[in-house]
């Protein structure tokens, strides 16, 4: 199925337009992010040292692949698999987050290719790329099938896509949209509609329609004694993370 020419959402972009300055305020509107981002990190981190037999504890462990991370936001998630070796680019829609990206990036002194573009519009340029990275985008965009296909067009066969989003119940809307915007005041009000959150099953089923094969999920679980974030291999009742194959 050949996906569409562009999923993006603008309502959607408009929010994370407004929040762009604020990407690396680990007290600001992306705390949340902030604090997931450790957990998040493990996930990523063991499931591409897994798909491609490297050692964590090796110096630059994921030299020679390429990694896209799409909705890269101001590179949370792209400067560390820099760090770890990779060729990355961070791909974002929204175009005020580039440039605060690419500074970071650089005062970090780290060679990130950074681009304003889409899922879409890299799929069409032929680019392939051995992971993709899909983290906290899938619910915003406006049509969530063509926007996988996409993702799978986007890797080598073999290659491995990695996608977290938010389960739909009533949990979730207490706490991702209730807790997160109104209560703790993390994120602004609206930044999340919980009519377009996916259960794990709905994402499933996405995937393979899109021509990907899930391998794994886990839940991002938050613990508010503790203030942080864990996996768990069964509670997939808020956040959740997959990963899935493109076949050979």
């Not at 005041?185 to 009519?195: A, I, N, Q």
């Not at 996916?198 to 679980?221: N, S």
Request: net charge negative.
């Amino acid at each position: 199925m050949q996906a569409p020419l562009n999923t993006v959402d603008p309502t959607e972009i408009a929010k994370f337009e407004a929040m762009a300055a604020e990407w690396w305020d680990p007290n600001g509107k992306f705390k949340p992010l902030h604090m997931l981002n450790p957990c998040r990190l493990d996930y990523i981190t063991t499931q591409i040292a897994g798909e491609y037999e490297r050692d964590l504890m090796a110096q630059a462990p994921f030299k020679g692949l390429r990694i896209l991370d799409i909705g890269c936001g101001g590179g949370l998630l792209a400067e560390p698999m820099a760090r770890l070796g990779a060729k990355v680019v961070g791909a974002d829609a929204a175009e005020r987050n580039i440039p605060v990206a690419q500074v970071h990036a650089a005062q970090s002194g780290l060679a990130i290719d950074y681009r304003h573009t889409t899922a879409e519009a890299l799929a069409e340029s032929g680019e392939q790329f051995d992971v993709v990275l899909n983290m906290e985008v899938v619910e915003h965009v406006a049509d969530p099938l063509g926007y996988l296909s996409a993702c799978k067009t986007l890797l080598k066969p073999g290659g491995l896509h990695i996608c977290s989003t938010i389960n739909r119940n009533s949990k979730s809307y207490m706490m991702a949209i209730i807790g997160a915007e109104v209560v703790m005041r993390w994120l602004p009000k609206g930044t999340h509609e919980w009519s377009k959150f996916i259960t794990p099953e709905e994402l499933y089923d996405l995937l393979g329609q899109a021509g990907l094969t899930p391998v794994d999920r886990k839940g991002f679980v938050f613990n508010p004694i503790t203030w942080s974030w864990s996996l768990s291999p069964r509670d997939l009742s808020v956040n959740y993370v997959t990963a899935s194959v493109r076949p050979a």
